[in-house]
């Protein structure tokens, strides 16, 4: 039963950070096409600069659950992914020190070699998280010792670099919806026509993406199993449709978090259909998957753990909750010149 509680957990952690801090990669990749000033670069740090460093909490907090529940999940995955991993945290360092840094120094070399990181940071980010997340729902080529059979470009398959594709495209859209709350004016109306324009082809990725997932995982099978997990995939859908509809008439929060639905749909989907594996064996699926149940640790770890959970994680949606509702004013040109704008 911990186990399980841990599985779904674990889950929830994850589509926390994909909804939260989505919209910051978002943001990050679309900065050049959206930008054309340094004033409106600085507009969409600022729309992202109270959120981001929150909003990855949920990341190092899955990561710290996954080491903490399944420690041998954690060590092959950190074994066998090594490659891909560091790269990640590369990326995300270099996109956070940007934006501690790129207001620093005035000169046009600095501010721009900090927006350059900016956006390879978020796009490299949001790329290798498809791209990990489509491997593991394929099934990766692990042995009973926990040894990877591939290298970095065994991952880079056509199922795989399709996930990061969808990956890359859903945090687009959702960043330019945010970027229509926190902007007005010119840039506002930029980052809803790029939404627009990027949003047929989400619709393309995201069927091509289900269909082939049909074809090379078994992620349906649970869904066939227990058909009430219908209800992700459905709400996936319906938040997709529904960050179009409210585009059009420009009710950009419920466009937002209709997105952010689509988001959390597509996630959750995805764990209901793993469960209870946490990585699955291409080469030996019975005798070298990882699931919740062989890779977990002890129930008193597991009960401890679960009573710090239940005590911490309300505090820290309060805190999230607060930051939202304190910083949800439109930016504009003045705040700029605040102090602590970045």
Known sequence: MLETIWFVLWGVLWTGYFVLDGFDLGLGTLMPFVARNDEERRLVFNAQGPFWDGNEVWLLTAGGATFAAFPKTYAVMFSALYAPLMLLLFALIFRGISLEMRSKET??????????????????????????????????????????????????NPYGLLGGALFVLLFAVHGSLWLTIKVGGELRERGARMAARLWPVLLAVAVAFLGMTAAVTDLYANILRWPLLALFPLLAVAGLVGSRLFLARRDWWKAWGCSALTIAGAAAFGVAGLFPRLLPSSLDPAGATLTAFNSASSPLTLSIMLGVALVFVPIVLAYQFWVYRNFSFEISAEDLEKGNAY
Do not use: E
């Not at 997340?133 to 591939?150: Q, W």
């Open 107 to 156: 000169a046009a070399w600095w501010r721009k070699s900090w927006d350059c990181c900016m956006t390879v940071g978020s796009f490299v980010a949001a790329l290798l998280l498809g791209v990990a997340f489509a491997n593991i729902f394929r099934g990766l080529p692990l042995d009973k010792d926990g040894v990877l059979h591939g290298n970095l470009l065994t991952l880079l």
